[in-house]
């Protein structure tokens, strides 16, 4: 993708190309399509997704109110809330990125009586654009680089 992630659910189909057969050869048409990619990826609008979870937060009910509030800052969807007399059950959506050390957070505020469990359930469209934080697929980097590099090496040449 444009910052290096995988893209998914995308078909892209190469209609047109030049061959003149004393010159090109098919290492020419591999060597171009990951460029021709690159364009294509930028002239789509193409929206970055992040994976969600769904969660399931068991806690005794006196942490309720600190929950929710967590929740609300992990920028999650709850969905159903039901307590009992001592125990809160809370359930709902929650993204990765935000919630990664979660579970270590609720076992100290509930003193090891919370459980917080995960499960993959899907993606969104990010809402703050994407994550720095996100790590990069190792090839695509590369070759975003070694693209920026030629771009610059061609903008320096016409300002000589």
């Not at 010159?23 to 294509?40: C, G």
């Not at 009910?61 to 159903?80: G, P, R, W």
């Not at 697929?137 to 693209?147: A, G, H, S, Y």
Request: hydrophobic share 35%; proline share 4%.
């Amino acid at each position: 993708g444009l910052h290096g992630w995988e893209v998914t659910d995308l078909k892209v189909t190469f209609t047109y190309a030049l061959y003149y057969s004393p010159i090109s050869t098919p290492a020419d048409f591999r060597q171009l399509s990951p460029y021709v990619f690159r364009l294509a990826l930028q002239q789509s609008g193409v929206d970055i997704l992040e994976p969600m979870l769904c969660f399931e937060l068991q806690i005794p009910q006196v942490a309720s109110s600190k929950a929710i509030t967590d929740l609300q800052k992990l920028m999650s969807e709850i969905e159903d809330i039901s307590c009992n007399n001592e125990w809160c059950h809370i359930k709902g959506k929650v993204p990765l990125n935000t919630s990664k050390d979660y579970a270590s957070e609720v076992s100290s505020y509930t003193k090891g009586l919370g459980i917080f469990m995960v499960k993959p359930c899907g993606y969104q469209i990010t809402k703050d654009g994407y994550s720095d934080n996100i790590r990069m697929n190792e090839k695509d980097k590369l070759l975003f680089m070694f693209q920026k590099s030629i771009y610059e090496l061609i903008q320096n040449k016409k300002k000589i």
